[in-house]
T-cell receptor, first 110, second 116 residues
Framework: QQPVQSPQAVILREGEDAVINCSSS?????VHWYRQKHGEAPVFLMI?????EQKGHEKISASFNEKKQQSSLYLTASQLSYSGTYFC???????????FGAGTQVVVTP | NAGVTQTPKFQVLKTGQSMTLQCAQD?????MSWYRQDPGMGLRLIHY???????DQGEVPNGYNVSRSTTEDFPLRLLSAAPSQTSVYFC???????????????FGEGSWLTVV
């Protein structure tokens, strides 16, 4: 089953903060986050692993609550470049293939 | 590095026609997959492969075929195009992950397909 993301969309001004949530009905061992600019391919942001390990290279933070089967992505002091659609993905099956949420559209205005 | 290369970028098909979307990667990744993206529905997995000669169905496989004869290539075939297959298609590759961690996925630039 697809993870569920909220909100569907958020509009914020440059410098404001926003939180994007991702929840799953099944046990989560890791959560992936991707960002997609309009007309482009999704780009990897970070992976959060069970146990607290986090792999990523963007100035965007995230949390992973294994018990609640949830992850949250924090856009702090947003920049215009943060605009795009954010997807969370959860691996399943033997090979770690990802299932993605429906996405959260973020618009950052000047 | 080319990464993941998809062709064509844009295609218009008539209902009932068949075509193949090409995908190639030069990163020696074992895992390759095809997703389709429709408004409001995110990315849905069509088919995937964990190595040459091994393929499996994803969430929405009907109407599509795949094969994996080499590590580098993973073409997606539309057997008889239908308007419901109008979508943006992304090919992706990654090293094989695990159920617990998955692995970073690298996407191609996408193929915009319209079926009329």
């Amino acid at each position: 089953q697809q993870p569920v993301q909220s909100p569907q969309a958020v509009i914020l001004r440059e410098g404001e903060d926003a939180v994007i949530n991702c929840s799953s009905s099944k046990a989560l061992y890791s959560v992936h986050w991707y960002r997609q600019k309009h007309g482009e391919a999704p780009v990897f942001l970070m992976i959060l692993l069970k146990g607290g390990e986090q792999k990523g290279h963007e100035k965007i933070s995230a949390s992973f609550n294994e018990k609640k089967q949830q992850s949250s992505l924090y856009l702090t002091a947003s920049q215009l470049s943060y605009s795009g659609t954010y997807f969370c993905g959860t691996p399943g099956g033997s090979w770690g293939k990802l299932q993605f949420g429906a996405g959260t559209q973020v618009v950052v205005t000047p | 590095n080319a990464g993941v290369t998809q062709t064509p970028k844009f295609q218009v098909l008539k209902t009932g026609q068949s075509m193949t979307l090409q995908c190639a990667q030069d990163m020696n990744h074992e895992y390759m997959s095809w997703y389709r993206q429709d408004p409001g529905m995110g990315l849905r997995l069509i088919h995937y492969s964990v190595g040459a000669g091994i393929t499996d169905q994803g969430e929405v496989p009907n109407g599509y075929n795949v094969s994996r004869s080499t590590t580098e290539d993973f073409p997606l075939r539309l057997l008889s195009a239908a308007p419901s297959q109008t979508s943006v298609y992304f090919c992706a590759s990654s090293p094989v992950g695990t159920r617990n961690s998955g692995n970073t996925i690298y996407f191609g630039e996408g193929s915009w397909l319209t079926v009329v």
